[in-house]
Structure formats: C-alpha cells, structure tokens
C-alpha cells in the first residue's frame, strides 16, 4: 500500500488546514488497521480492516468539525481513536497541545479531562444501576474536582443546563426516554468542563422531533460556552446544520474537507455530490437538484481499491485514478481550506445536470425501459449487460 | 467447514490431555499411597518396595505420568521379574481390585451406559421439543399450561424415588414387564428392549422436563423474529413457518445442552438409575472403585467421562456447523 | 383519489377504490391496560399510487401495515373496521383465506433485511419459498423464478448469489433481495416498513428509486412508512400522518408537504435540519415525547406538545377530540385540529415573516 507515500504528500494539506490560529485538536497521519486473524492452532494476521488509513484534520477551539460518511466509512472508529478508546496503528493526535496519541488515558493530564464523548445509543451508554446523579457526578469525583457549590448542586446545575428537572438528580436512567437519556449523556459529559466533545451520532437513534431538540441543546452548548465538537453523523442534513467545517470521509479516507458552504453549496468530489444527491428532502419542489445514484454498495475496507478508493463507483473513473491516489489538496476554483482529493473533480454546484447520473443497473434497466416502451423487451438483457463491468468490484463485499 | 473441524478437533484433544493429566496429578500425588492400598492389609516393608516399583512410584510424577500416557497409547507392561501382568494398549492401568486390565471391564460395561442414554435421549428428545414447541404455539392455553406443568412433575421426581415406584408398579403389581437388567442386544434385541424400558422411563421423565421447558423457552424466543413474521407475510402455512423456520432456529440452545446431557449420561452419570434397576454401568464401576480405593479405575472412569463430553461437545459443534451457516462460512 | 372523511363507517358497502381501509382499529390487552395503537384509522389507494404512512415511533403506522397483512390474526390484537382490497373484505377472512392472499396479492418489505430474512436458508430458497407456496411449480422453477428477480433488483451475478446466505450480503443488497422476494408474485399492493431506516444515504436512494420504478413496471399499489418526510416527500403521492393511533392529516404528498395543516406536521416539518434553508435558525422542536397508546391525552392527542392550543377557545383542545375536517379550498386535504383557519393563517404570517428574518 501507499500509506508511507501518502502521509508526506497530505501533510501540506494539513497545514493549509490549520493556518489560522491554534488549533485544539491536531489529527496527523491517523491510522486504525484491526487485524484478521485466521489459523488452525495458531492465528496470523492475514489482512487488516483498514478502518482508518491515513487521516489530518485539526479542530480549532470552539469550532465544530463534522465527521460525514456511509457506515464503514471510519467515522465512527476516529471517534474512538480521538477519545483513546483505541490504540491508533499509525500517526499523531495532538489535544490542547499535548502529544496523547499513545497516552495512557490515566497519564492525559489535560486531555483528559477536556476531551469527552457523546454515544450513540442513550440506552447502552448509561449504567442502569446508577442514579442520574452517580452518573453525573463520577467523572468529576474521579477527575478530583470539586465544584465550590458542592458535587449535587453542580450535578443538578448541569441537568438544568441540559433541560431536565434538577429534581430527577435521584432517578434511574430506565425512568427516562430516548431523548432526556442522551441528555444525561451531555450532562455527564459537561461536568468535566470540557474544551472538546465527541459525538458519535448523538441524535440518530432519536425520533424525529426529539431530534431536533437535541440538535439545539448542542448548538446552544457551542455557542454559550464555546465547546468545539467533532460532530460524527451520517445524516448531512444534521451535520450541515451544526457544523462550521466538514470532512466527508469514504473508505477510511478523508475525500473532502472544508466550510460548510463549500460543502454544501460548491462540493467538487463526485462521492460529495453523489452522497447530497442521494439525501431525500421533505420539499416536493426540490427538484432542481442533481440527480446521482451509484450502484452497489460501500467496498470492502479489508482490500480497498487502489488509488482512489472511490473509482469503483464513479461515473468519471479514469485509468488514473486506478494508479495514483489522488493527494487531498486546494483544486483549483475552491476557497482556502476546501481540499478535495479527486484528479477529475466535479464542476461546483450542485444544482440539476443535463443527464441524471444512474449507475444502479437496476434502476438504469427499468428506466430505460419505462422511457422507450419498444425496448421493454430487453430491458433484462441491458441489466445484464450493465451489471458485468462491476461483478469483480461486487466480489470483495461478499465478506 | 473443514477448517472448523479441524479446529474443534484439535481443541478437544488439547483438552482431554489436559484433563488426563489432572486427573492423573490429583489421584497420584496424593498423600494416599496407591502402592500401601494395592498391597493390602498384611504388607510387609520389602512387599510395600516391590509393588510400588512394579507399579512404577518410585519414579517421578514426570515419568509415571509419561508411562501412563503411553500405556494408553502402546500398551504397557506392569511388574518384572516376578509376576508380570500384560495390559494390551489402550491400557488404563490394572485394577486394584481385580487385577484385570481396567480398560476390559470399562468396556464391558460401556454398552450399558450407550443404551441406557441413546434410548432415553431417542425419546426425551423427540418428546421433549414436541412438548416444548406445542406449548410455545398455544403458550397461554390449556396445552401449554398442561405441558408446564408435567414438566415441572417430572422435575422434581427423584430418580430413586421414581425408579422404585415403576419397579414397585409395573414389575411387582402388575407383572408387565420383567425384572429390569441388561441383555446385550447383539444377544437377544427383546431381552434387551424390555430390560431397558423401566429405566429408560426414568431417565426419560427425569430430563423430559428440562427439554419441554428448554425448547419452550426457545421456541417463544424464535417466534418473536423478525424472519418469522416475514415467513407468515410470504403466506407460507403455519406448519412451514414453525417447523421449517422457527424449530430450526430454537433447535441450536437444545443441541448444546443435550451434547452436555448426552455426553454425562455416556460417561456413567446415571449412576443413581444404574443402583435401582441394578444395571452394572460405568457408573456403578465408578462407584464401586471409590469405595475399594481402586486407583486405577477411578481415574479410567473420570477420564472416561471426561472424554465422553468432550467427544459430545465436538459432536455438538459439528452439528452446530450443520444448523447454521454462520459458523461453517465463518 | 379517494381522501376519506373521519370517521369513514364502516359500513360493509363494496368500495370501487383497490384498497380502501375504513376505521381501522387494532387494540392489544395488556396487564396495564388497552393499548389502542391504531385507533379508527382510514384511508384509501388506488393501482398504481403511493401512500406514505408517516408518524414518530409508537404512532401506530407499523401495526396498521401488519394488520393489512391480516398479521395480527392468531395474536391477542383485537382488530375491527374493514379493509377491502379490489373488492374483498380481509379484517374477516379466516387465516387460511388470508394466507392465500398474504405474498401474492398484497406483500410487504420489513425494515431491517438482516433480521428479516432467515439466517439459515440461502436467500435463493427463502425467494423460491415464497414464489412455490402460490405457485404450483417444480424446485428448479422455482430457483430460476428467484435468479430471474434477483437479477432484476440489480444484484450482481444472480445465478452465484441466489445460493449465499443473507449475512452474505451486504445491506443493501439484503434489502434488495427482500424486495425481490417480495415482488416474485406480482403482488398487486406492496407494503415497505421503513424500508431504507437500516441503510446509506446513497444505498437509500437507490432503494427508493427502485421501488418507484418496480412499481411503475408493475402497476401495483404502494404503502410506504415510515418516519422521514424526505422519504415520502420522494415517493409518496398521498401522505397520511398518524400521531397516537390516530390520522391528524391526510392529503396529497405535495399539499401536506408544502401547506401542512396540523401543528404536529408543522413540527416535523420545521424540526427536520435540511441541505438548503438558512443554516443560522435554529430549528424548531416539538416540545415534550410521543404519547404513551395506554393513557392518550384527552381531547386532541398532540394537545400536550401543541404551542397553539391556547389560541383555541374554551380549552377544547384537552376536551373535544378534533374531527378531521376538509381544510378551505382544498376538498382533499383533512386535518383533525381546532384551530381557526384565521388563527392558522395568522400563526403562518408570523412563521414566514422569522423565516424571512432569519434570512
């Protein structure tokens, strides 16, 4: 692989990235490889799950950065890398200055204390045995602080901040819903006073409305007491909402970064505009958006593509592309800080092309048919036909 | 698949070695002295020396156990000038008590404790999961209740107390069937059918119980899939939805016990069952060796035992593999 | 289009629609109490139409779908009201006849492929399974039924994949070989459980396209639920919106969407974060948590998170269950609130005006 090759060539991204200021949270090279084992009576690693292959982003304070991609994309898993619940395989995580990448959580001075996670699940992440108040009240117990006013009074300080009633301080968390658990969640997490929070898809497992509930009390959070966030989701919808810079990230890599409204409003990487394409908006006049909709599903990250990873499943892949992996860099056209790492970027917009791009041999058979009703017939055999160029990609998402 | 078997067959092997050689420690290097036990009442000093070198304890825990280990394996030869006693291989050592080749009579009494669980497995199986699927279909009805409710009859019948109650019923008062005993069925297959059938029956109430509320539990858990109620949505007929796609699924937890079960019944744990119908099992062997201080048969029989439920559990991973395509592709 | 008052009765009248569900009521006994999860709800769709079910979880849409399916027969779900299907009452078909129908004529898509498949059948047997219980046809036929429609929901080389097991797949191919067994026997009516909750983005949008264009192909009736207005604002012609067991809105997809009348569609329209608006405004919750189906609030269900119900008079909100009337102008599109159509033309004036603000 060309991992060795490729962490030179992005470290000038990463500083372009953290030009201006002091950043809080420095991500350099950051690698997660988890090993397969097989073996009779002894295990060797035979490949590894390259989760994570060769990552830079900074967070600067008070900023949140938001982490999108599909499921398996390793969003989630630099979450856990960034908040060492994992042992990263290669490169440097700098917190507040502080080198933690290999730290033991219990010799982070700083970090931590300031670093703090949010999960997912409001249901597995709360000991159902504890009170509310245990629960808030054990991170600072163990971090040695106390609060002038006392562990109870802040605790319950905190569940006011967070929008529950002080008065549940005794309640169990089975006594909550969905909603004001994950609220508990970011209780415990600000008891710490952190500078940055993690959040592993803090809404996603929330009903609609209680989602939007959520969503604010982050928001508030950030802005009245400027706690940066690494806002991991893969809703965009969300992540456009709440986050001032995003990375999109695709098998393991980082394929753009930069402000939300480049983003958004000018992606160049075609998985950017096939991911924007593919979210459902509750409007029925959206209609001028760019219609993308790519075949098959994420490859496997256990032997992903070469060069660029995304080639598999992009309509402009070229010979190149198979061969040299393209470098995370400002392309020409884009602002300061939008880096995309594609050699045949898309045009910055994302509003209607003149041809809908469908890569989906399904959906391509059926409307082709459906659009010329003589050749409904053969609508099979065009399937067919569409389906053979991708059968040696589809063979690696067997496992 | 292969690659699994191969797997587990190696992981059973390391485990039986392993517990032979634990075995082997605990009733060796005991502060019992095997050779004083051997030797008997009237032992005199230079007795007490030839025995213990003709039985090999004058050497260290290492080589005994080496000795041991290839006995097993290549037969071995006890004593040496005087009287010397072959034990052709697999040899576990010559009984105490007997002075016959332990091995000969485990095997003699092997067959016992194989009838004596295959035929009761046969039908605590059968009926056990029909009792158990029949009450998780209609849980909450008369069927269910009933089903329940023998089962927890039958699960706190003792087998001494069950066993003599049959004895006392079917022998006795009414004279339906013969004393209990074994034939070997390569002898006459009637004498041992009917020898059997009282303490078949015991056994069968004893674990029926456990299996009807085992593939009850199981099949209730089955039901409440997801995939079942996709079974119904296809239109498939309740029959096809509960044998073919529920009864399959709830069949795994049952598999694992009943590999446990089958392999404590082979290895002589029915022992209690073995004493009322006065079956000569390993069970009986066992017992009878811990009371004569029989060395070397206790330890055949726990290895026995311990061989028989490893052998058991291989067999249930196997079977495992056969069920469910998650662990054979895995 | 056939929009229904509230409460349509269910008076055993033939309808001329495909599908028409008149009061539909499905109440499970439990030891805390009767568990009214789907509470007179009524609808209708013809051939060849979508209808998005839309509600927050314990609205009752997914035990409405499976009482479609006649699911609840054989449970202690008491189920009333009527569901006539091209011409055919199914809430009092025996479970035999009900079988028949289950798979061919009226066939459902679940929401996670992974638990709805059987993990220990290839997923060609699992489709072939389906196809032979309404067909008489040989095994072979059968499996070649299955790589026909494996091919067709765009997996690649069916004739290899029809003998993998479904933790073989990936999930979206998953979803798309529930959708090929769901589709092998033409049903007439398809009915998707969140169909693409368990999924990508982009696999998302695949799955939806592909059922839009199956069901172009073969003409059937779709119910889509599912919690996401992206979703239906996507497929659906007719949205109903379901809150505590109960429809508070019904119209086309595109007049509930773009002129929502009940406050409770407001809400989800307004909390949903989306990739165009002003990315400044906060969004704008409902406040408080779904409903428990034991103890509904009295009079309106959604009156204990409603920010309006104080501009209706005399409290009826917490007293007088709202009937779904026809909104002004517009026939088609019900909504059960007390509001004021002054009031609600008010309440948006200053809604488009902060809008406009925040802009």
Redesign the interface.
């Known amino acids: 692989m060309s991992t060795t090759e490729s962490i030179p060539e992005q470290k000038p991204a990463s500083a372009a990235q953290s030009g201006g200021g002091e950043n809080l949270l420095e991500v350099n090279g950051l690698q997660m490889h988890f090993p397969i084992r097989q073996g009779?009576?002894f295990q060797r690693q035979i490949g590894a799950v390259r989760a994570v292959d060769g990552i830079d982003f900074a967070v600067k304070p008070g900023e949140s950065l938001g982490l999108v991609g599909?499921?398996g994309c390793g969003k989630s898993t630099t979450g856990r890398l960034v908040t060492r619940l994992l042992e990263p395989t290669a490169g440097s995580i700098r917190f507040d200055g502080e080198d933690i990448t290999h730290k033991p959580v219990t010799k982070m001075r700083t970090a931590r204390q300031q670093l703090q996670m949010i999960f997912q699940d409001p249901y597995s992440s709360l000991n159902p045995r504890h009170t509310v108040g245990t629960i808030i009240e054990t991170p600072m117990r163990l971090n040695g602080i106390n609060p002038e006013q006392g562990h109870k009074k802040r605790a319950q300080e905190l569940l006011e901040i967070v929008g529950l009633n002080p008065e549940h301080y005794n309640r169990y968390p089975n006594e909550f819903?969905g909603?004001?658990r994950q609220r508990i969640g970011i209780a415990r997490a600000l008891a710490l006073k952190p500078k940055l929070i993690v959040a592993d898809e803090p809404v996603s497992a929330l009903?609609?409305?209680?989602?939007?509930?959520v969503?604010?009390l982050l928001?508030s959070l950030q802005e009245e007491m400027g706690i940066a966030f690494l806002f991991i989701a893969?809703?965009?919808?969300?992540v456009?909402?709440f986050s001032q810079r995003v990375a999109v990230m695709y098998l393991g890599k980082i394929v753009e970064v930069g402000n939300?409204e480049d983003i958004?409003a000018r992606p160049r990487h075609p998985y950017t505009h096939?991911?924007?394409?593919?979210?459902?908006?509750?409007?029925?006049?959206?209609g001028d958006r760019e219609r993308i909709?790519?075949?098959?599903?994420?490859p496997s990250p256990i032997n992903p593509p070469s060069g660029c990873r995304f080639r598999t499943r992009c309509w402009k892949a070229q010979e190149k592309c198979a061969t040299e992996e393209p470098p995370l860099v400002q392309i020409s056209g884009n602002s300061a800080g939008h880096l995309t790492a594609c050699h045949f970027p898309e045009e910055p917009s994302i509003t209607s092309r003149d041809e809908d791009v469908v890569l989906?041999?399904?959906?391509a058979?059926?409307?082709e048919?459906?659009g010329s009703g003589a050749a409904a017939e053969s609508s099979?055999g065009e399937?067919?036909k569409a389906?053979t160029p991708?059968?040696s990609e589809?063979a690696t998402?067997?496992? | 698949m292969f690659r699994y078997l191969i797997r587990r067959l190696l992981a059973a092997a390391v485990v039986i070695v392993v517990i032979s050689l634990i075995t082997f420690v605990i009733f060796f290097a005991l502060p019992s002295n095997p050779a004083l036990l051997a030797c008997g009442k009237t032992c005199s000093p230079s007795r007490l020396a030839e025995i213990k070198h003709s039985l090999g304890l004058d050497q260290s825990l290492a080589t005994q156990y080496w000795n041991f280990a290839k006995g097993i394996v290549a037969g071995r030869t006890f004593g040496d000038n005087s009287v010397v006693v072959q034990c052709s291989a697999p040899c576990l050592g010559i009984s105490f008590a007997s002075d016959t080749p332990v091995f000969q009579t485990l095997m003699q009494d092997f067959p016992v404790d194989l009838s004596l669980a295959l035929g009761s497995a046969v039908i605590f199986l059968i009926v056990g999961v029909g009792l158990g699927v029949l009450a998780a279909v209609r849980k909450g009805r008369l069927a269910d209740k009933l089903s329940v409710g023998f089962a927890l009859l039958g699960v706190s019948l003792m087998p001494f107390f069950l066993g003599l109650v049959l004895l006392w019923a079917f022998v006795d008062k009414w004279q339906l069937l013969p004393a209990p005993g074994y034939t070997p069925i390569t002898q006459d297959p009637v004498a041992w059918f009917e020898g059997l059938i009282l303490p078949w029956a015991t056994l069968v109430i004893l674990f029926l119980a456990m299996y009807t509320r085992l593939s009850r539990s199981s099949m209730l858990e089955v039901l409440s899939e997801d995939y079942i109620r996709t079974a119904r949505a296809k239109g498939l007929p309740r029959r096809t939805v509960i044998l073919k796609h529920g009864l399959r699924a709830a069949i795994t937890p049952i598999v694992t016990i009943f590999g446990m079960d089958f392999g404590y019944l082979i290895g002589g744990t029915a022992v209690i069952t073995e004493s009322v119908f006065g079956l000569n099992g390993i069970g009986k062997l066992a017992v009878d060796s811990v009371t004569n201080f029989d060395l070397p048969t206790i330890l055949a029989t726990t290895l026995f035992a311990a061989v028989a439920i490893v052998l058991a559990n291989v067999v249930v991973d196997i079977v495992y593999g056969l069920i469910d395509p998650r662990v054979r592709l895995a | 289009m056939a929009i229904e008052l509230s409460p349509q009765t269910a008076d055993g009248t033939v309808p001329s629609t495909f599908l028409d569900v008149r009061d539909l009521r499905v109440h499970f006994p439990t030891e805390d109490g009767l568990v009214k999860s789907v509470d007179g709800v009524s609808f209708a769709l013809e051939k060849g139409k979508t209808l998005g079910i839309v509600g927050e979880s314990g609205s009752g849409k997914s035990v409405t779908s499976l009482a479609l399916l006649g699911l609840h027969k054989g449970t202690r779900a008491q189920v009333s009201g009527e569901v006539w299907l091209d011409g055919n009452e199914l809430v009092g078909l025996s479970e035999a006849e009900m079988r028949a129908l289950r798979g061919e004529k009226v066939s459902m898509i679940f929401q996670d492929p992974l638990s709805a498949l059987h993990p220990f059948y290839t997923v060609g047997n699992q489709i072939a399974e389906a196809y032979m219980v309404h067909h008489k046809v040989s095994k072979k036929e059968a499996k070649e039924r299955a790589v026909e429609m494996l091919k067709r929901v765009g997996i690649p080389q069916p004739d290899r994949r029809v003998s993998d097991y479904p933790h073989q797949f990936s999930g979206g191919m998953r979803q798309r070989a529930m959708i090929a067994m769901s589709l092998v026997c033409n049903p007439e009516l398809l009915i998707a459980d969140e169909p693409t909750t368990a999924l990508d983005v982009t696999v998302q949008a695949q799955i939806l396209d592909l059922i839009a264009d199956l069901q172009e192909e073969y003409g059937s009736a779709v119910i889509i639920i599912t919690h996401d207005l992206g979703v239906v604002s996507q497929v659906a012609d007719d949205i109903l919106v379901m809150y505590g067991g109960r429809r508070i809105e019904y119209g086309s997809a595109r007049e509930v969407l773009k002129h929502p009348e009940h406050p409770y569609t407001w809400g989800l329209l307004q909390s949903m974060p989306s990739l165009t608006g002003d990315v400044h405004a906060k969004l704008n919750p409902i406040k408080g948590t779904p409903p428990s189906l034991i103890n509904l609030p009295s009079g309106c269900a959604f009156n204990p998170r409603c920010a309006f119900k104080d501009r209706v008079p005399d409290g009826r909100c917490t007293t007088e269950r709202p009937e779904l009337r026809p909104m002004a102008g517009n026939e088609k599109h019900i909504a059960a609130c007390h509001l004021a159509d002054e009031e609600k033309a008010e309440i948006r004036g200053t809604r488009d005006k902060t809008d406009r603000l925040a802009k």
Do not use: F, M
């Not at chain 1, 096939?274 to 959206?286: N, Q, R």
């Not at chain 1, 909709?293 to 994420?298: F, I, N, P, Q, S």
């Not at chain 1, 989906?360 to 959906?363: F, I, R």
């Open positions: 009779i009576l599909e499921s819903s909603g004001q009903d609609v409305s209680i989602q939007a509930q969503v604010n928001q893969h809703d965009l919808a969300v456009r909402h939300r958004y096939a991911l924007l394409s593919a979210v459902p908006e509750a409007d029925p006049d959206g909709r790519l075949a098959g599903d994420v989906d041999p399904a959906l058979a059926l409307e048919s459906a099979t399937a067919d389906a991708e059968k589809k998402d067997k496992d």
